[in-house]
């Protein structure tokens, strides 16, 4: 491990990306302590500590959500939005022939992606403050008048409009997905204090429940190295031809297919939807309309049983698995590849049907890493009745998330130094 450290610090152009990374990282973390005027955090941290859902919500704003910051929508309006572009690409013609014209249309796409994404920012910033005012949120927040909310939205949403660029920033970088190293750090800086807490209220009762977080940790570290690392190697074969005296071609070689092609964006979608229910009803619990409240009380009932939330958040991993790897993973364009560069899948003929084989093969292991990503999801939830804890609930997602980021960004890390090294060559 040293040596590669060694062999990182010495590239200048690795090292450089690295280092403006993690400067990146540290502006976003200062941000997310720049609370919005007027707010009293002892209140509100307190508020959060006893709100489930707002915790989990609290991990994709990086701590931004707990100290009402200006970037305290995070990333979450960025996601909604491209959720919500990747459903229109399959729905709208037009958006779909944008996608067919490659880089060109896919930078189009990313520009309508950024333009919903300040609605949408601005819309959930709103919605927290609407919500905690309707949780007795004048001592957190004070009397806001018309003028004191309209600045507290737009700074929210420019907040959220940063965080983007400095997304984007970092992913040009090619050291992980931007998105989610900001994920990533936000959780790694409540690290410490979730230590700290838990040795300063220490009690021996909570043996087991320490015990059984450690074995969530270990079996979610091993078992998201290992599936994410395993592949499927489709042999190619490439045609030999025949120019003058000399032959060329007729290699063999193999097609990776990943067992887990999406990463952890499944995990990300499938939370961002399954929060939104019961935060939508948040608002509507003080409405004089006794059938909305009725509705609304249900719905937050609904979303606190377990069993539910578990079955819910399993369908949406597992769906958002095979949804986001048919949005990423084209057989037909890899098929239309290789039949330009004379290669061929051995005892498969070219075009229709080597595309039909490859999306065959890979909906057949997909099935297994769309399997292991759900119950790995809920495995906390599955764990709460022998441990007692809600905190597991929010830990395990927050685990899954940084190993899946780490290993993403490690790959990369190594794949520009093997590109370094065939460039001396």
Do not use: C
Not at 77 to 100: D, F, G, H, N
């Amino acid at each position: 491990m040293w040596s590669k450290l060694e062999q990182i610090w010495k590239t200048p152009d690795l090292r450089n990306k690295i280092l403006f990374v993690l400067l990146m990282l540290v502006i976003f973390r200062l941000a997310a302590h720049i609370p919005i005027p007027g707010v009293d955090p002892v209140t509100l941290r307190n508020f959060f500590a006893s709100n489930q859902i707002l915790g989990l919500l609290n991990i994709f704003s990086g701590g931004g959500l707990e100290n009402f910051s200006i970037v305290l929508a995070g990333v979450a309006p960025y996601i909604t939005a491209s959720i919500i572009m990747q459903l229109l690409t399959m729905i709208v013609p037009r958006l779909e022939e944008m996608q067919k014209e490659g880089e060109a249309g896919q930078h189009k796409i990313n520009q309508y992606t950024r333009l919903l994404t300040v609605p949408l920012a601005m819309l959930q910033a709103y919605g927290f403050i609407a919500l905690l005012r309707g949780q007795g949120g004048a001592k957190i927040l004070g009397d806001l008048g018309a003028w004191e909310l309209g600045t507290s939205v737009v700074m929210v949403a420019a907040g959220t409009v940063f965080l983007m660029w400095l997304g984007e920033l970092i992913s040009e970088r090619k050291i992980g997905n931007g998105i989610s190293l900001l994920i990533f750090a936000g959780i790694v800086a409540g690290l410490p204090q979730t230590v700290q807490q838990t040795i300063a209220t220490f009690d021996p009762t909570q043996t087991f429940t320490i015990l059984g977080f450690l074995v969530i940790a270990i079996i979610t570290v091993v078992g998201v190295v290992v599936v994410t690392e395993a592949q499927r190697n489709v042999p190619i074969t490439y045609a030999r031809m025949v120019r003058g005296n000399r032959m060329y071609g007729g290699a063999n070689t193999f097609l990776p297919l990943r067992l887990l092609q999406a990463g952890v964006i499944p995990i990300i979608f499938a939370i961002s939807l399954v929060l939104f229910p019961p935060m939508i009803a948040q608002f509507f619990i003080q409405s004089d309309a006794v059938w909305l409240v009725r509705a609304a009380e249900i719905t937050i009932n609904l979303f606190q049983n377990q069993i539910f939330y578990g079955i819910l958040y399993f369908v949406l991993v597992f769906a958002f698995t095979y949804f986001y790897t048919a949005v990423i993973f084209h057989p037909t364009q890899i098929a239309e590849n290789l039949q330009k560069q004379g290669g061929f899948i051995p005892g498969i003929r070219p075009g229709n049907q080597t595309a039909e084989y490859l999306g065959n093969t890979m909906n057949r292991i997909i099935l297994a890493g769309a399997l292991f990503l759900g119950l790995i999801a809920i495995l906390p939830i599955l764990m709460q009745p022998f441990t007692g804890s809600q905190t597991l609930v929010v830990g395990g997602t927050s685990l899954l998330i940084v190993v899946a980021v780490v290993i993403e960004t490690v790959n990369q890390i190594n794949a520009q130094l093997v590109m370094r090294d065939y460039d001396e060559l």
